[in-house]
């Protein structure tokens, strides 16, 4: 059989795809997605007797929904045609990059959407436009999904997320449970402020701690490491929430994806929360302080001197 091909961009990096039939491939992935995983997920934690490991569950979940969700988006704009290939070829790094381009507007994003620019709002417009067309449950649909991708973006891109989520899904290397933070002013220097007058600034039962290596200085090469204790808090009222908008949305990007596979669209269910206040109800959950970073502050100077200490040192003891 004659094979076809066709070219998809994964962030800036070209590649051809060689496919006997490239349609029905991409249909195949399309149709086999779990797109209620994330649901069953949910369900099985929301009410488990142990709370707090239920929570870390839930959380793992939802840093891996957003993964999956943007994956998915990504795939939509710039491979339609070719899901299955771009998903499988787009790395950790291209994806942040995508999505960050997105949430900037910026046009230099390749695409093969019909669309005017790159934003989440025309994104939005063009995997809603078989959803009641014409009516104004559509406009307000757009709009919610739109607002609620450019909402998930900023946390996905968040440096703080790529943290938690590596420390929690590559060995597990995480202590769970949240923290408080407390405030106070002294009476009398090096005196600590009586527990009473302490003010409390934020706190958490849910989160974790986890440590985590970063470089010594800006020196480029430099193989000096030092550790860092880092703390997050969550409410898990905001993590139940937020997976139940991703996997509504997952359901409707890989229904749209389907779509532009050519599948008719009367055989496609969008989902969305009937109430439209559900979209932004999450964020009112906040811990009133999110993450928190203890670590020893190290010139780069004195690194470099001790170094060339140890190095003479060493030589000392060969002669």
């Given at each position: 059989m004659p094979l076809e091909n066709t070219i998809i961009v994964v962030d800036k990096e070209p590649y051809c795809i060689w496919e006997?039939?490239?349609?029905?491939?991409?249909?195949?992935f399309l149709k086999s997605i779990d797109v209620e995983y994330f649901d069953y997920v949910l369900k099985q934690n929301a009410e488990a007797e142990d709370d707090k490991r239920a929570s870390v569950a839930l959380q793992l979940a939802y840093h891996h929904a957003l993964e999956t969700l943007f994956s998915y988006i990504g795939a939509y704009i710039q491979a339609?045609?070719?899901a299955y290939a771009w998903i499988a070829k787009v790395q950790?790094?291209?994806?942040r990059s995508v999505i960050e381009k997105v949430s900037l507007n910026d046009d230099s994003l390749f695409t093969k959407l019909n669309i005017p620019s790159i934003s989440w709002k025309n994104i939005s417009r063009l995997v809603f436009q078989q959803y009641m067309p014409g009516t104004e449950k559509?406009?307000?649909?757009?709009?919610?999904?739109?607002?609620l991708w450019f909402r998930l973006a900023r946390e996905f891109t968040d440096d703080n997320h790529a943290i938690e989520y590596n420390s929690m899904k590559h060995g597990f290397r995480v202590h769970p449970g949240g923290f408080g933070l407390s405030v106070g002013i002294e009476h009398e220097y090096g005196v600590p402020c009586p527990k009473d007058e302490m003010k409390t600034v934020g706190y958490s039962e849910y989160g974790v701690s986890l440590y985590t290596l970063e470089k010594v200085g800006n020196q480029k090469g430099s193989r000096s490491l030092i550790s860092k204790n880092?703390?997050?808090?969550?409410?898990?009222?905001?993590?139940i929430i937020l997976l139940q908008l991703i996997s509504n949305s997952i359901n409707n990007i890989v229904g749209a994806l389907r779509i532009a596979n050519g599948v008719s669209a009367n055989t496609i269910k969008f989902l969305r929360p009937v109430e439209s206040e559900f979209f932004t109800k999450a964020w009112g959950y906040t811990p009133g302080i999110n993450n928190l970073c203890f670590h020893y502050t190290i010139e780069e100077k004195y690194v470099a001197e001790l170094c060339i200490k140890r190095v003479i040192e060493r030589s000392i003891r060969q002669a």
């Open positions: 006997v039939d490239i349609s029905e491939q991409n249909e195949k339609p045609d070719c950790n790094v291209q994806l559509q406009n307000d649909t757009i709009e919610l999904f739109a607002d880092r703390s997050f808090n969550w409410r898990v009222e905001k993590t």
